[in-house]
DNA sequence: ACCTGAACACCGTTCAAGT
DNA sequence: ACCTGAACACCGTTCAAGT
């Protein structure tokens, strides 16, 4: 509950980060400024610097928050549907904040919180029959690939497209498939 | 010739390309700063935009200086052995030139030079069999791909890394491979 | 002891004054 | 007419002064 005209909530690394996410998502990346993020929470741009160490380390907070809400796969599904799917979500989710792809481009974070997607996917790699080295390739190169395909909106050369206008919803869903279907072994894709 | 210490040549952009290209190479993308730029070549900030319209439009330009060097294909390998060594020159040549990689991924550039390398890897494809539309999304799948582990210093959850270290050359190489075996027609991998 | 306004050292960009 | 030092409006970060 939000007091209104009283005392505000004492400031807290939680205030900021939920704050700053709410900033990055409404305006993107640039406009998180540290004046813009302390007077959003209603106090001095020094007071930050008590919870947190710099912008960098900020950053670093908000991929692991956002890091918390990577989508789990369907148990139900045959492990190349529930790659398939597990990865469009993540490209969707991402899709809608697109800061995040920005910042991992940019820092050299490493996301606690994100340790738990990794091995899931891991685990569904191997569990369709990969060797342990072949699955760790596998899960970087979807991940580089998802990253690309994030961060590249105007890939080199575009205006040689003349054909078919595909999203790039519909663009990442090819190259998934594609990679999949030669990576997994036996269990042809059979169209769909 | 450099005239030693009487008249500097003439500024042009031409000559704040190559001084721009030669900080960001030596020292980093943060470190080529319009103050710094213009205080090598110098001259003064303001004598800048008289040939250049603003940071971005610099950037615009190394870009498309560095896009001159892409590498080409070699006519004598066959279509498969053809795409991979382009690919990895390609990813070798911008591993030299990180800033590159960041550029592309923060603005939304249309490198003018970049057009005759998509086109000629649009040919390889299309000449290795695929259709048009495939060759188009196989082209974006490859950019983006090499986007990606450009980008990608520590893959997320990287900390589950017990494998043996392998570089990210290697890396790329597996999974532009893999990548190639099923997206090509014919012509089985036959070991190698 | 804890908080924070004001200052500091940057940045890209502009403008008015110099030649 | 062309060039550019100095200023402007920002930025992340620090510090000294306030409670």
Redesign the pocket.
């Known amino acids: 509950m939000v007091t209104p005209g009283g005392a505000r909530p ?2 807290s690394r939680e205030l900021i980060v939920t704050k700053a996410r709410a900033i990055a998502d409404a305006s993107g990346l640039d406009a ?5 993020l302390a007077h959003a929470l209603g ?5 930050l ?2 919870h947190i160490a ?3 380390e900020l950053l670093g907070l908000l991929v692991d928050d956002v890091a918390l809400e990577f989508p789990t796969a369907d148990p139900g599904l045959a492990p190349r549907e529930r790659l398939l799917k597990v990865w469009l979500d993540l490209h969707a989710f991402l899709s809608a904040h697109e800061w995040v792809a920005k910042v991992i481009a940019e820092g050299e974070y490493i996301s606690r919180n994100a340790a738990p997607f990794a091995q899931r996917q891991l685990d569904s790699l191997t569990g369709a029959g990969l060797g342990t080295e072949d699955a760790m390739r596998a899960y970087r190169t979807l991940y580089n690939l998802l990253l690309g395909f994030l961060l590249n909106k105007h890939p080199m050369g575009h205006h040689l497209e003349a054909v078919p206008p595909s999203t790039e919803d519909e663009e990442f869903r090819w190259a998934v498939s594609r990679f999949l279907d030669c990576l997994l072994p036996g269990e042809p894709p059979q169209g769909q």
């Open positions: 004492k400031l998180l400024t540290l004046r813009e106090t001095g741009q020094a007071s610097y008590r710099d912008r960098r």
